[in-house]
């Protein structure tokens, strides 16, 4: 997908390179620069992530009355059957020790008198969230991981840049192709090992709470090399978005319900009461579904979130970010009732990878929400991604020095033909009205409650849209649209293909879940050379 030039392409080689900047990217990035030479490529600034964006916090088994096997329990059950459990095994066994040495270098998670103070949020059976600033811990961690990776200074940090695809050789990841955004070149990066850490794919619906980078990059050029993506259909919605029609959605933090504030329908009523044992608790599939139905009941497009009863003094204390930014809009949360609704907020599907991070192209690992380890299932359990970030990372760190050792040499050694001239553009008012129709689409027909004659719709608008664009030249606005039609197909042949209901995936032509037939995985590889030879 080169674009023409005048010249080739420079030539840069690492060790590693790491793409994305979130937990996932900075903690891979900081453990694999302790031995090797290391990139960090972003294709925005540093902070533009999500993991800046998360409030809640990181979950994992660190007081005494919590266990490994009570966070695993809490895990399997909110992933509707569907977890890995070895994934789950080594996510909340590793937890807590990744966990503490976080805390190590950054001291400034929420502490009283010297022990963590940890929060409460949906479908965990105890209070195991560790926070930072309140309802900052995103953006505190990652400030904390980026001042380490500068300290150290080995990581060649490379902002602006985006990776537009992956190189492929004999069947091996050994790098990837970035387009510098602000001179236009592109860059040829080898590496022995690439580790994708880009996130998320929330830009395939109009309203989401990830940020305008969230396109789905790596899903889409890891299937584009050949890899295997998986559970596609799983896309989490959050129930507590503060109401509007502007994405990015502000999140109002699960942990607000953790700390005793109410979900309300139009009459006032606490309607998760009897829904679910933990009520405002319950697991975020279960949530969502019933807000949709008082939502439909009442004919109004949200409920209430309301903290009026809690102390305000904590209110202020706890969630500074959410007071502050509620304030900006006009709201109190001291004494107003909050009106929100479900929004795109996660994908748990992804880059299909063993336990050590390894994607199924050798040379290629995944980290974090582009990842699809199996710790989610078909619903992810409130403040585990954070956690699998770091989990999973500091894995892939440990599995490099055999792979690296073994490969070395080959990488070095090969010579790599260049993907022939790109076609001609798209014109930039074709990119963006094309981007508006998939959002469109995936908002109608394949958001929250699904049936076959939407996915079908919504299955040939997206082939229309992709029929009517050329191949992308050397625009960024172009390969995003592209990535996102490549997670935007996979999202709807998957939830076409699965006629159940389970977790995140809600079909009302197939309101149960089949565990006979439907207890499995949802994968999917393009079948390229590489591939086949593996
Ligand atoms: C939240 O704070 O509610 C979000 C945490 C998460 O998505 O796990």
Redesign the pocket.
């Known amino acids: 997908m080169l674009a023409a030039t005048d010249s080739q392409p420079a030539k840069r080689f690492y060790d590693v390179i790491v793409i994305g900047s979130g937990i996932a990217g900075l903690t891979a990035a900081v453990g694999a620069a302790r031995k090797w030479k290391v990139a960090l490529i972003s294709k925005s600034v540093l902070r533009d992530t999500t993991t800046f964006l998360?409030?809640?916090g990181i979950a994992a088994a660190l007081s005494d009355q919590d266990s490994p096997q009570l966070h695993f329990e809490d895990t399997i059950r909110a992933g509707a059957g569907l977890c890995k459990e070895e994934a789950v095994r080594i996510l909340v066994n590793e937890g807590p020790a990744r966990v503490r040495e976080l805390t190590e270098i950054c001291p400034k998670f929420d502490r009283a008198g010297g022990d963590l103070v940890l929060g409460a949020?949906g479908a965990h059976s105890i209070p195991r969230i560790a926070h930072a600033g309140g309802d900052a811990t995103g953006s505190v961690v990652a400030s904390a991981l980026e001042q380490a990776m500068e300290s150290g200074s080995r990581v060649q940090v490379l902002e602006n840049e985006f990776v537009v695809d992956l190189l492929t050789n004999g069947g091996h990841c050994i790098g990837a192709v970035s387009l510098n955004l602000k001179t236009g070149a592109f860059t040829l990066n080898f590496a022995t090992a690439t580790i994708l850490a880009t996130g998320g794919s929330g830009q395939v619906y109009s309203l989401t709470t990830n940020p305008r980078v969230a396109t789905g990059d790596g899903m889409a050029m890891a299937y584009r090399a050949g890899a295997t993506i998986g559970d596609m259909e799983f896309v989490q919605f959050?129930p507590t978005g503060l109401y509007s029609d502007q994405s990015p959605i502000f999140?109002i933090?699960?942990?607000l319900r953790g700390e005793g504030a109410y979900l309300l329908n139009n009459l006032g009523e606490r309607f998760m009461m009897g829904v679910h044992p933990q009520a405002e608790l319950g697991p975020r599939d279960v949530v969502v579904k019933e807000m949709l139905r008082q939502m439909n009941d009442s004919g109004q497009e949200y409920v209430y979130l309301d903290a009026t009863h809690l102390d305000c003094t904590m209110l202020r204390e706890r969630f500074p970010t959410v007071y502050e930014r509620l304030q900006e809009k006009g709201y109190d949360l001291c004494h107003d009732r909050i009106p929100v609704a479900p929004v795109c907020?996660?994908m748990m599907g992804g880059v299909v990878t063993d336990v050590w991070g390894r994607s199924t192209l050798p040379g290629l690992y995944a980290s974090g929400e582009v990842a699809c380890t199996g710790v989610h299932g078909a619903n992810r359990l409130?403040?585990?991604?954070l956690l699998e970030g770091l989990v999973f990372s500091d894995r892939i760190v440990r599995d490099l020095d055999k792979y690296i050792t073994s490969m070395e040499e080959e990488v070095r050694r090969l010579h790599i033909d260049l993907p022939g001239p790109a076609r001609e553009g798209n014109r930039s008012e074709d990119v963006a009205a094309s981007l508006r129709r998939l959002q469109k689409t995936m908002t109608a027909d394949v958001a929250t409650v699904r049936n076959e004659d939407g996915l079908m719709k919504a299955l040939e608008e997206l082939r229309a849209i992709h029929n009517s664009l050329k191949s992308p030249g050397a625009d960024p606005d172009e390969y995003e649209l592209y990535n996102l039609l490549t997670v935007a197909v996979h999202i709807v042949k998957a939830a076409l293909l699965r006629t159940e209901s389970r977790g995140a995936h809600l079909r009302e032509d197939f309101p149960e879940s089949d565990d006979e037939h439907w207890k499995h995985h949802v994968n999917f590889r393009l079948k390229t050379e590489a591939a086949e030879e593996e």
């Open positions: 998360a409030q809640g949020e959050h999140l933090t699960e942990a907020h996660y409130a403040s585990n991604s």
